[in-house]
């Protein structure tokens, strides 16, 4: 892919330098490495093609290196008649890549704040969500990437967000203890301050023997 990187150099949407990004056949050739090294044989009718379709499911799982997780919330509106109360988007489905092993995060987002006069379309949360799922992750810092760029461009009086996750990197190798989730969760301003605007989140997304000892 070529899509060219925007202007926002922070922290929270590094991508590689694309200067020196590998070309699409050198990619190609890099999986015919794996596959010899799995032991098959990458000349086989079988596999002829999975180099380039393997290279094409990258670009879509990691397709979130291409897009600015501000400028997805750049766009907002003032005109909410005075609401000013939660806005929350619960059980946001993501699939994320563990950054340790390249196999898939699975799991569900609930993202919410508390508007300081300005909202944004809800389905920009869900976009904030993928633009960081779809990149190699850890689920702590996918977390904290998520809070912290709404709090950074919406300014509001605070941001609650809870992951949940499958690691397949612990169901199908390492311990290999299917059925466990990892809960992450971060909570600034006065999701953090306040515990009945606490309370009034985990009680939406139904989940508060999950956060009962876990307030960061
Ligand atoms: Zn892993």
Redesign the pocket.
């Known amino acids: 892919m070529n899509a060219p990187r925007k202007n926002h150099h922070t922290d929270s949407d590094i991508s590689a330098d694309q200067a020196d990004r590998p070309t699409r056949e050198e990619a190609e050739a890099a999986v015919r490495v794996l596959l010899r090294w799995a032991g098959d044989d990458p000349r086989r009718e079988g596999l002829l093609d999975t180099p380039g379709r393997v290279v094409r499911a990258h670009e879509e799982f990691f397709v979130g290196y291409t897009q600015d997780p501000h400028e997805i919330l750049a766009r907002t509106f003032s005109e909410v008649h005075g609401y000013d109360e939660m806005i929350v988007l619960k059980d946001i489905r993501f699939e994320s890549y563990?950054e340790?092993?390249m196999?898939p995060i699975i799991g569900r987002a609930h993202v919410a704040y508390l508007p300081n006069e300005r909202v944004v379309g809800i389905s920009k949360l869900a976009r904030l969500v993928d633009a960081f799922a779809k990149r190699l992750q850890i689920q702590e810092k996918m977390t904290a990437q998520i809070a912290d760029t709404l709090n950074e461009v919406l300014q509001p009086l605070g941001v609650g967000v809870i992951l949940e996750a499958a690691?397949q990197?612990m169901s199908t190798r390492g311990v290999h203890k299917a059925g466990v989730s990892m809960v992450t969760s971060r909570m600034l301003g006065s999701f953090r301050d306040d515990p009945s605007t606490r309370r009034e989140f985990l009680s939406i997304v139904g989940n508060q023997t999950a956060f009962s000892v876990s307030n960061t």
């Open positions: 563990c340790h092993h196999v690691h990197c």
